[in-house]
């Protein structure tokens, strides 16, 4: 839609220097004919939700913002050493200023984009940009909405509950990342000099949690059931909804009862117990709209576990089914296909890039009787691990996302003169292990692929219709988030929320019967007392945050929140070496005996305190004293 040129360039006029733009050329360059007024751009529900779209397409898509991967910068994750100019390769060598696109030449970083905009390229997606042009608009649409009056109570709501969401989570994404930040509730006329200062983190999740509770009041569960969405029936799965803001409002106190949080705020690196329970609180209504059958959203059976992260056949299919809470706007199906899909097999049988678990990551992958790995060289008799067998009896999700030494990967044929390559050579000296343009590591990443994405099977053929897309929140971590909320909050894994049915320890095993892996239970406590005590129970429940979420954007900013990011062994990248012992079992790789398993470094993270916190773009903390660096940068 169309609106006159003084809102637009109300719109256009950005907050701080922060606040930079990409052109408004597209906006101005209209024909007089194409201009309303104001009155008629907000006076009914169909003009204001066009007005109110824009906000979606604000949204980054952070798994297919850049030809490769570039949004898993924890310690899950590494790449082949010709590919050093990703943020990864920056954030691992201390160099957190690699998320701004002045850092970065590649315009590899989803977070800054030298380009950024709310059309349909994918690759001018930012947080950065793309969130304060967001909170400019959401407020002009909040201090307009008395110009609504052709519209429904309903369509009222449903608009001012869009709005209310977009303020919140846009505040939300930034506070998380740089710590407290001017919030943004009104237009800040142009004429006003810049003096907002930071508040702290709390001050702002304050906020946050007041604008996504009213959202959740506003909302209703299922646009399609309501008589403003009738419209778009059958097409408002992306429309922010009751649930997405209790997500959010959850994640949002969760985050700011966290120890770096907390410690940011009010000086104490424990968890904030108050922020705990409202966490709880939201993820527990959540989860009772959801277990009860009032909301449409449940997990995904394990055996279509995949549909999560990627379709293939299916005709361009988003990913996420039933359990994907959250996704933006997807530009161009088959650009997964054309980019980041490639980025997981080695070059001798996928002409593309090359990222890899770490060995150290892989190691969280327990057994399938759902006790951890003490130590991946050693032998463990309580949890029946055998170094001499380490692919035997793992957790199903292993099996799943992580390829390993003897694997079947090519399934159709080949030349004879690269049969070889046929099973996945990860040993040591193996054909997969070149470090320029295969594993470093001994493994390899096939969540978000299917087996036959190789050069050979040809599963990138576009009439395979392979589609790699990641929610920002799926339900099976509002299971896992709710677990922690209830732990840190009530003070006991048998604890529960008072609005949901489940106990901590409850929402995790409901994650772990899915996949089929050993629930936690009494008999653990021979070794930690993982359902007994807070911090037994931690242990587990950051494990099982590692599994069931690998490689989906969340370990980082969960190691900082933790405040471990810092802290050894989580500064630390490692491999798995080994020797074949025999000959390879091509029926079942898990059979195969290894000899000399050993792990050795890759490379260790230098890194100090001011880690913890990304630095803010210097030209903006130079416009104005209240808007200080982050400190350390």
């Excluded at 959801?290 to 995904?300: D, H, I, R, W």
Aim: charged fraction near 20%.
């Amino acid at each position: 839609m169309n609106i006159n040129t003084h809102v637009i360039m109300r719109i256009l006029i950005m907050i701080v220097a922060v606040l930079s733009l990409c052109s408004c050329e597209d906006y101005l360059d209209k024909e007089p004919a194409s201009i309303i007024s104001e009155e008629e751009a907000f006076k009914n529900f169909t003009n204001f939700q066009g007005f109110t779209e824009e906000l979606y397409h604000c949204i980054p898509d952070f798994s297919n913002a850049y030809w490769t991967n570039s949004w898993n910068w924890g310690d899950d994750e590494i790449t082949s050493a010709d590919m050093n100019f990703h943020v990864i390769h920056k954030f691992d060598n201390g160099n957190f200023w690699g998320w701004q696109t002045e850092y970065d030449g590649w315009g590899a970083s989803w977070m800054n984009q030298a380009d950024a905009s709310r059309n349909d390229d994918r690759f001018q997606k930012d947080l950065w940009k793309n969130a304060w042009y967001g909170l400019r608009k959401v407020n002009l649409g909040l201090e307009n909405l008395e110009l609504m009056t052709d519209a429904t109570s309903q369509e009222r709501d449903f608009i001012k509950g869009q709005l209310l969401f977009f303020r919140g989570w846009f505040h939300f994404q930034l506070i998380q990342y740089f710590g407290g930040m001017p919030y943004i509730d009104y237009v800040l006329p142009s004429d006003e000099p810049l003096e907002l200062p930071r508040l702290s983190y709390h001050e702002c999740a304050n906020k946050v949690g007041a604008d996504l509770r009213e959202a959740a009041n506003l909302l209703p569960i299922d646009w399609d059931d309501t008589q403003a969405g009738a419209a778009t029936r059958e097409k408002n799965d992306l429309r922010i909804n009751k649930i997405m803001a209790l997500g959010y409002l959850g994640k949002n106190y969760l985050w700011a009862s966290s120890p770096l949080m907390n410690l940011e705020s009010t000086g104490s690196k424990s968890y904030n117990a108050d922020y705990a329970k409202k966490a709880a609180a939201a993820f527990g209504e959540l989860l009772d709209l959801c277990e009860s059958g009032a909301a449409p959203y449940e997990l995904v059976a394990f055996e279509n576990y995949s549909v999560n992260f990627y379709t293939t056949g299916q005709g361009w299919r988003i990913p996420g089914g039933s359990e994907a809470i959250f996704r933006g706007p997807y530009y161009g199906a088959n650009g997964s296909n054309w980019g980041t899909s490639k980025q997981y097999q080695p070059a001798i049988i996928q002409d593309g890039s090359n990222f890899m678990p770490t060995a150290n990551y892989v190691s969280y992958y327990g057994m399938a009787n759902g006790l951890p790995i003490a130590d991946i060289t050693k032998p463990d008799p309580i949890s029946g691990y055998d170094p001499e067998y380490p692919w035997k009896d793992r957790d199903p999700r292993f099996y799943h996302d992580i390829i390993f030494d003897g694997v079947k990967v090519v399934q159709g044929a080949m030349p004879d003169d690269v049969e070889q390559h046929r099973f996945a050579n990860l040993y040591t000296g193996g054909s997969y292990r070149d470090v320029s343009t295969g594993s470093r590591s001994g493994f390899l990443n096939y969540k978000f692929i299917p087996i036959t994405a190789n050069r050979y099977d040809d599963g990138f053929n576009y009439g395979n219709n392979l589609n790699l897309h990641l929610p920002w929140m799926r339900l099976a971590d509002v299971y896992l988030m709710y677990a922690e909320a209830v732990v840190q909050g009530y003070g006991s894994p048998n604890a529960k929320s008072n609005n949901f049915s489940k106990t901590a320890v409850d929402a995790v095993n409901t994650i772990r019967n899915r996949a089929g892996v050993g629930e936690l239970s009494e008999g653990d406590n021979i070794d930690g007392g993982y359902i007994s005590t807070v911090e037994g129970f931690m242990s587990e429940l950051r494990r099982e945050r590692a599994v069931e979420l690998s490689f989906e954007g969340h370990r980082f900013n969960d190691l900082r929140r933790w405040m471990l990011l810092i802290e050894k062994p989580y500064t630390l990248k490692t491999s798995l070496e080994f020797d074949r012992s025999g000959t390879l079992n091509t029926e079942d790789p898990t059979e195969n005996r290894v000899l000399n398993l050993r792990e050795e470094l890759i490379l260790e993270r230098n890194y100090s305190s001011k880690h913890y916190w990304l630095p803010l773009k210097n030209a903006d903390t130079n416009m104005y004293v209240e808007f200080p660096q982050n400190p350390g940068w």
